[in-house]
Every structure is written in structure tokens, then in C-alpha cells.
């Protein structure tokens, strides 16, 4: 996939570990603006019982932090404190961490912050190609393993609604992140594995350029189309 600019981005965030997790949170929060708090995490990996060792390619088994044992997205959700409790300020922020430095960061979607659209990772791949080919810009794209998630300007239900009216045919594999809902934005541990940029925001003090979700729907719509989700639970 060909790089949208000349010149290879630098990195945001130059902290590793448990670090990188407060400086990300206080940028997104500081800096840009964004609404944040911590994500529910992850429990410590299950050790094996009666003194056995875990066989070659045997992972430790990482489960959420919440009560739920079949969680869908584990240790990527809000779960205390809620989400109505995402703050931009930084007192909140540096004691949220401290007493819990290995959260995931959650982003509040909606309102004055960025929303989000996002699809299975191969049908993101091949949807930022085409956006690329035909000189669409786009904005931050945050990954996982499984999924792709594209940053887009703050969008209402109604402009929404539109949108998807217009559409022959919507793949369930597409998820909108507005009001009221959420997203895991990198370096964030998560039990689908841990959380980057596929597209880095510029490395500058504003909050990034975002594109409006009109101008890549379509172009999001069709690649998801035939693309397999796994059915109706979403894996981060």
C-alpha cells in the first residue's frame, strides 16, 4: 500500500510501556482534545496448573477484567469508570494511570470529538487502497489484529441514517462509532492484541484533520462487502 505522503511520519509517541500509555492519554486528552479514560483491561495470564509448562506455540490465556466470562471485546470497553466520566483533564488523567498504568485508552466518540467508522482488517486494507487510488484524503486509521477503524469528523444520526438510506445493501461487518459510543486508540494493550496506528496523525501539537464519514462511506461499504465478520460479535 503506497504511503499517502513523501516522507515517512514520525512517531507520536516515543515512550514505551507503561509510560507510553499515560503520554497517549494525556496527548489525545491535552493536546487534541479528545475526551478519554481507561479501558477495563486485561486480567494477568492464567498460569498453568499442577506445575505444567506451556507447550511450543501455547499462548497464556488473557481474559477481560470484567464480569462478563464470554466478553466479546476483552479489555477493550469502559466498565468503571463509565463512560460518561471521559474527561480532557489532565489531574483526572495522570490519576486514572497511576493507579491503573497498564489501561487501554478509551476514546468517547461523538459530540465535539472524532467519530469512527470500522471494518475487518483485510476489507480496511483494501478500502484504503481504493480511497488512495482515486485521491481521496483520509485521516488517522487506528488497527488491531482483526479490525481497521478510520477517524472521521463528528457526525449526527440523522446525517448518518441518510448516508446508510442511500446504500443498497450495508454488511454487517461495518460498525459506526458515534455518540454515545467508543474506540481503543493506540499503544493499548487489548485480548485481540495490542493497538497501533495504520495511519499515525502528524506528530504536531493540533488535533488531526479529519475527513467527513460522506466522503469514504461508499468506499467503505464496498470493501466490507463479501468480507466474512465472524458474526455479530465485534473483536477489537
Known amino acids: ?42 486480567r494477568p495470564p492464567a498460569r498453568p ?15 477481560c477484567s470484567c464480569l462478563d466470562p464470554d466478553c466479546a471485546v476483552p479489555g477493550a470497553h469502559p466498565f468503571d469508570p463509565g463512560l ?20 487501554p485508552i478509551v476514546l468517547a466518540t461523538g459530540g465535539r470529538a472524532p467519530c469512527a467508522v470500522s471494518l ?7 478500502a484504503l487502497a481504493a480511497l488512495d487510488h482515486f485521491g481521496v484524503r483520509t485521516g488517522p486509521v487506528v488497527a488491531t489484529p482483526t479490525r481497521w477503524s478510520l477517524l472521521v ?4 444520526l440523522p446525517e448518518l441514517g441518510e448516508l446508510l ?25 487489548t485480548g485481540a492484541g495490542k493497538v497501533r496506528w495504520e495511519r499515525p496523525p502528524a506528530a504536531t501539537p493540533a488535533a488531526p484533520w479529519l475527513p467527513k464519514v460522506a466522503t469514504i462511506v ?19
Not at 475487518?120 to 483494501?126: E, L, Q, T, W, Y
Not at 469528523?153 to 449526527?156: C, L, N, Q, T, V
Request: aromatic content about 8%; proline content about 8%; overall charge positive.
Open 1 to 42: 500500500m503506497r504511503e499517502i505522503l513523501g516522507r515517512r511520519r514520525k512517531p507520536l509517541f516515543r515512550r514505551s510501556g507503561r509510560s507510553a500509555l499515560l503520554g497517549a492519554a494525556l496527548h489525545c486528552a491535552t493536546e487534541w482534545h479528545w475526551p478519554v479514560l481507561p479501558g477495563v483491561g486485561l
Open 49 to 63: 496448573s499442577g506445575g505444567a509448562r506451556l507447550g511450543l506455540g501455547e499462548r497464556a490465556a488473557r481474559r
Open 84 to 103: 460518561l466520566a471521559a474527561t480532557t483533564d489532565a489531574r483526572m488523567v495522570r490519576w486514572w494511570w497511576a493507579n491503573r498504568p497498564d489501561a
Open 120 to 126: 475487518p482488517a483485510v476489507a480496511g486494507a483494501r
Open 153 to 156: 469528523s463528528p457526525y449526527g
Open 165 to 189: 438510506h442511500g446504500q443498497d445493501w450495508v454488511p454487517s461487518s461495518l460498525r459506526f462509532h458515534g455518540e454515545g459510543g467508543y474506540l481503543v486508540l493506540p499503544p493499548s494493550p
Open 218 to 236: 461508499d468506499a467503505l461499504v464496498m470493501a466490507s462487502t463479501g468480507t466474512p465478520d465472524g458474526g455479530s460479535r465485534l473483536a477489537y
